[in-house]
Nanobody
């Protein structure tokens, strides 16, 4: 069992930046982030395996995912934030990564809210 704890969410103006962090209780092959906006379905944001990163088209060029394996921690640097980025962001992890469009991670954090004001 892997436990995940996110931090770093909050309120920011459009065009601003936030950095999310997620500490895991163990090491997994893949770590990443999903988000869920009010009234919408949960969606993939970004993932990182040992050497490869993956991004949703909506965040490509603005968000950067990275990991520190020594600390079992994954980060999401979010720049040029838009009001449509407002959502609860969930840290996820799994021992497998079949692909961004079909990934159903086995481990989820409780989520951290991000609000981007216009």
């Amino acid at each position: 069992q892997v436990q995940l704890v996110e931090s770093g969410g909050g309120l920011v103006q459009a065009g601003g930046s936030l950095r999310l962090s997620c500490a895991a209780s163990g090491r997994t092959y893949a770590m990443g982030w999903f988000r869920q906006a009010p009234g919408k379905e949960r969606e993939f944001v970004a993932a990182i395996t040992w050497q490869t990163t993956y991004y949703a088209d909506s965040v490509k060029g603005r968000f950067t995912i990275s990991r520190d394996n020594a600390k079992n921690t994954v980060y999401l640097q979010m720049n040029s934030l838009k009001p449509e980025d407002t959502a609860v962001y969930y840290c996820v992890a799994d021992y497998r990564f079949p692909g961004a469009t079909i990934w159903d991670p086995g481990y989820w954090g409780p989520g951290t809210p991000v609000t981007v004001s216009a």
